[in-house]
């Protein structure tokens, strides 16, 4: 037990760190901080309100309705939020930036071991949190017009949906990072079109499309999953008459093949090293 609450001290230790590093930005530059903050915000709010728009002009949209689509919208901005909160300073969410980079040497050499070091260098608390706040209070507005009953299990149900969207997403980001351990000029950026990419498509209500778009986005590229399904079955409504717990099934399948296809990226990357070196993007 004293094991377990050293660790968990240590934890908060790091993450308090980092937290301190975040706020020194905004007390070393307000303004600059506040206007990125802001940028930000705007940008995702932006990202959704035009479906929203349509949604609201047509009353629903494919079969959903204009507040379910505004429940699905904020989801997908909780998911994108908290992936800016812990995992988008230092690259930890694009690591392909710094495997690419040849960055993996400077965490080789770190007291920590390198899954804690991706696990807690992102957390920018102060800079990053205006995007989960925005989709928290789209999902409370949602919630408020569907006259759903918040029951325990129901926000638990939410927050295990949240953990595994974050899973695939996350994974999905790792799988083809595992490239710049081979070609790190070329795959420098991989991370970036993938998460741009999930980030669009997890945005469209996929209810009126046709089973040619549904199901190559619940499966070979399963943007479907950090937003359109998990929104539906968390009102109650599993697409194809899925079973809720098939996002799960993924994300447990995509978190196996990513780390076996990762670890053999990182032992070819550590038996040829890389003769690529760029401070870019990289606290010194």
């Known amino acids: 037990m004293a094991a377990n609450r050293l660790t968990l001290k240590r934890w908060l230790e790091l993450y308090g760190l980092y937290a301190k590093m975040d706020l020194a930005w905004f007390f070393r530059d307000t303004k600059f901080c506040l206007m990125a903050i802001c940028a930000d915000l705007i940008s995702n709010i932006a990202a959704v309100t035009g479906i929203f728009l349509l949604a609201w002009r047509f009353d629903g949209v494919g079969g959903m309705g204009k507040y379910e689509v505004l429940f699905m919208l904020g989801y997908v901005t909780v998911i994108t939020g908290i992936y800016q909160l812990f995992f988008s300073s230092f690259n930890t969410g694009h690591i392909s930036r710094r495997i690419g980079r ?38 409370a507005i949602a919630v408020a017009n ?72 619940l499966t070979l590229f399963p943007a479907g999953l950090l937003g359109w399904f998990p929104s539906q079955a968390l009102l109650g409504k599993p697409p194809l008459g899925l079973t809720p717990l098939y996002p799960c099934l993924v994300a447990g399948l995509l978190f196996f093949i990513t780390k076996q296809v990762f670890m053999k990226g990182l032992d070819h990357y550590v038996k040829a090293g890389t003769n690529r070196y760029s401070s870019v993007g990289h606290r010194r």
């Open 102 to 139: 040849g960055q993996w040497e400077h965490m080789m050499i770190q007291p920590i071991s390198i899954p804690v070091q991706l696990l807690v260098e992102g957390f920018i608390p102060v800079s990053g949190s205006s995007n989960f706040l925005a989709g928290g209070t789209l999902v």
């Open 146 to 217: 569907l006259d759903i009953h918040l029951t325990w299990w129901w926000i638990a149900s939410f927050a295990g949906s949240v953990l595994i969207s974050m899973i695939i997403l996350l994974s999905l980001s790792y799988l083809f990072s595992a490239a710049a351990f081979y070609a790190p000029a070329q795959a420098e950026e991989i991370s970036s079109y993938v998460l741009d990419s999930t980030g669009e498509l997890s945005k469209y209500p996929l209810s009126g499309m046709g089973l040619a778009i549904q199901i190559p986005l």
